[in-house]
Each structure stands twice: as structure tokens, then as C-alpha cells.
């Protein structure tokens, strides 16, 4: 099993500024794909940012310019850093992570897990 630990998410005023982080652990041997989706209420999840192996990013055209996604492969961690937050940013943000696990031995399998989110909200 993969488990994904999320935290920064809270309340902020509209034009300020979150940093989220989240942090994979278990018998992982590579990750992949690193990302962010966002769910406000009565509406569907979405993506928000995602980074690849090679560092290639792309966003959700609402956040483009204000959001900036990052990773540490050495230590397994995605961050979204969230400037000039917006009232229609608030949503409950998850990080999605995928990649190959051990299982025993070199044997592999694929993994793909979501963090527990982490309440965003912006006044307005």
C-alpha cells in the first residue's frame, strides 16, 4: 500500500497566498505521475495541476499563472503553491500520485493513490 499524507490547506483571504504539500510512503519504487484535483461542492472533481517524471507540468486554464505545482522525488513529495487565491478557488484539494510499488523481491505493480483532502477556502 501506498498512503498519502496532504497538509496546508485553510482559510485565507482573497489575493492571499497557500503552499500544500503531499507526501507518499510505503515500498515505493518509482512515481510517476504527480497531481492536484480539486471538488467544490455540488460540482464535479477536477484536475488543477499535474508534473511528470521529466518536470512537465500542465494546469487547469482557471489557475494558469497563479498556481505553481513542484516535486521532490527525493523525498516523494508534491507541492502546489496557491497565489492570488480567488472565493471560486474553495474546494476540498486531493493529491493523486501515481507510479510502481514492490510488491516482494523486484516483482512490481502499479499504483495509483489520492490523499485524504484538504479543505481550501477563500473569503471573499
Known amino acids: 500500500q501506498v498512503q498519502l499524507v496532504e497538509s496546508g490547506g485553510g482559510l485565507v483571504q482573497a489575493g492571499g497566498s497557500l503552499r500544500l504539500s503531499c507526501t507518499a510512503s510505503?515500498?515505493?519504487?518509482?512515481?510517476?505521475?504527480m497531481g492536484w484535483y480539486r471538488q467544490a461542492p455540488g460540482k464535479q472533481r477536477e484536475l488543477v495541476a499535474r508534473i511528470g517524471t521529466g518536470g512537465s507540468t500542465n494546469y487547469a486554464d482557471s489557475v494558469k499563472g497563479r498556481f505553481t505545482i513542484s516535486r521532490e522525488n527525493a523525498k516523494n513529495t508534491v507541492n502546489l503553491q496557491m497565489n492570488s487565491l480567488k472565493p471560486e478557488d474553495t474546494a476540498v484539494y486531493y493529491c493523486?500520485?501515481?507510479?510502481?510499488?514492490?510488491?516482494?523481491?523486484?516483482?512490481?505493480?502499479?499504483?495509483?493513490?489520492w490523499g485524504q483532502g484538504t479543505q481550501v477556502t477563500v473569503s471573499s
Open positions: 493523486n500520485i501515481a507510479g510502481d510499488r514492490f510488491l516482494f523481491g523486484n516483482l512490481r505493480a502499479e499504483f495509483d493513490s
Open positions: 510505503g515500498r515505493i519504487a518509482s512515481i510517476n505521475i
